[in-house]
């Protein structure tokens, strides 16, 4: 991509309701912006981003054996009133009437829907396990619509939920799809924990939560310093009123207040803050009884499908890479997931040879599918330069007035680091770095 062709809106201004970095960053940056309360467009930078976090999530689905599906965006809210969700939902759930006056429902999940498809298709216990999933538009009137992609009303969610003949075989899944979202988290580049989650009624580990460790999430977890030990702390204070005091202090408070508890294997516990980008939930029978979805089993008894249910934000993972890796100058992305991976900046594009060099070396770069976007921009060198650093590319070739001595700048964006390599030497350079 050249960056004179490309739509990157860029700008110093930071919008009145952005607290956190990631929103303020992701805005100046010209990856997204606020169309109203909780609505956000991606811009290209913001969609290729997207794009790369739902492609490793599909990757690791798929590998799992996980088929992939995309079922309407709006439902009949009749589904809602079989399982009884129509009553308990609340004002988060958003309904719509239709010109003949038929109430629907912007799906917040789709388990409904979910079980509604498979009823009746998977009607054998050799039909089973199915894991079926969708990364697909969710929308929640959340209350209070906040800090960017990390609390939308509309966002994009990638759910899945799994079927089965038995509650052994669902547990097995679940296990499962434990390390599947270790995998993607880990590919993702981020530090994250798994923490037991609060599951009502079902108990024991029946509920499991990922958090993305970052100062301003909005939940706090506790987790141990030498296992990998984490739980939310609404499974282990009692009351409402404890967990909200808890969740209203920032980071800094919160690390002074010791904990005289040891963890099971001896290690140290500490408070976190976390943002919740992924939540795997044993559900039984509870959707599939109430909805009537039978198979019969293997005496041709018919039973309610076991179910469980696997959910991931895939537009707060956007905002959660930057949440947990930025400086005060912007962005800073992760490998698997930076927009472009090596950023060429000409800082003047009247200097011939320099032009020749950028177009030569983005070429080759482009021949050996690097991801790569030449800056050709006709602006002043210290412009590129902070928009680059903005944006979080993780490399930038700055060819400029040291090209007279035969060599050029890699600036790392991580460390902002510059290190100087020869011409000849910058394109092998570049393919190890990356
Ligand atoms: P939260 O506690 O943050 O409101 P939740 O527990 O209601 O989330 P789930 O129903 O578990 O969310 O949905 C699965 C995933 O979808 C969550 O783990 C989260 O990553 C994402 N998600 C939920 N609500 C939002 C939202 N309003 N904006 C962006 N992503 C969201
Ligand atoms: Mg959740």
């Not at 964006?413 to 910058?426: F, G, H, M, Q």
């Amino acid at each position: 991509m050249r960056r004179s062709r490309s739509f990157i809106p860029t700008t110093k201004e930071i919008p009145s309701d952005a607290t956190l970095p990631s929103h303020q960053f992701l805005v100046r940056g010209g990856f997204i912006n606020q169309q109203g309360a909780g609505l956000y467009n991606f811009m290209p930078l913001g969609k290729i981003v997207l794009e790369k976090i739902r492609r490793i999530v599909k990757e690791e689905l798929d590998k799992a054996g996980c088929n992939e599906v995309q079922l309407s965006f709006i439902t009949p809210l009749s589904l809602w009133d079989r399982s009884g969700r129509a009553d308990t939902m609340g004002k988060e759930m958003l309904r719509i009437k239709d010109r003949h006056q038929n109430e629907f429902v912007l799906s917040p999940t789709n388990e409904e829907a979910m079980v509604e498809l498979v009823k009746n298709r998977a009607t054998s216990y050799k039909d089973l396990p199915l894991n079926l999933y969708q990364i697909n538009t969710k929308f929640r009137d959340e209350a209070r619509p906040r800090y960017g992609l990390l609390r939308g009303r509309e966002f994009l969610m990638k759910d899945a939920y799994s079927f089965h003949a038995s509650k052994e075989d669902m547990v097995r899944e679940f296990d499962m799809m434990e390390s599947t979202y270790k995998k993607i988290f880990t590919r993702l580049g981020l530090d994250f924990r798994v923490v037991q989650a609060d599951s009502g009624a079902i108990g024991g580990d029946g509920s499991k939560e990922f958090h993305v460790l970052a100062d301003s999430g909005e939940d706090t977890i506790v987790v141990c310093d030498s296992c990998e030990y984490g739980a939310n702390i609404e499974t282990i204070f009692e009351t409402d009123e404890e967990i909200d005091a808890l969740n209203e202090k920032s980071y800094e408070e919160l690390q002074t207040k010791k904990i005289d508890e040891k963890c099971s294997c001896g290690g140290e516990l500490s408070f976190k803050k976390g943002i919740e980008v992924g939540h795997i939930f044993q559900l039984g029978d509870t959707y599939s009884s109430a909805l009537d979805a039978k198979f019969n089993d293997e005496n041709g008894k018919p039973k309610a499908y076991e179910m469980a249910t696997f959910g991931i934000g895939i537009s707060r993972l956007v905002a959660s890479v930057i949440e947990q890796n930025h400086d005060e100058s912007g962005c800073i992305w992760t490998k698997s997931t930076a927009p472009y991976m090596v950023n060429i900046m000409i800082s003047d594009i009247k200097k011939e040879a320099q032009v020749e060099l950028a177009e030569e070396l983005y070429s080759k770069l482009q021949d050996s599918n690097v991801e790569v976007i030449l800056d050709d921009r006709k602006e002043r060198f210290g412009f590129k330069m902070k928009d680059a650093e903005l944006i979080g590319f993780p490399y930038t070739v700055i060819i400029g007035k040291e090209l007279a001595n035969g060599n050029v700048q890699i600036f790392d964006r991580k460390t902002k680091e510059k290190i100087s390599v020869s011409v000849d030497d910058i394109y092998s350079k570049m393919m190890e770095l990356i």
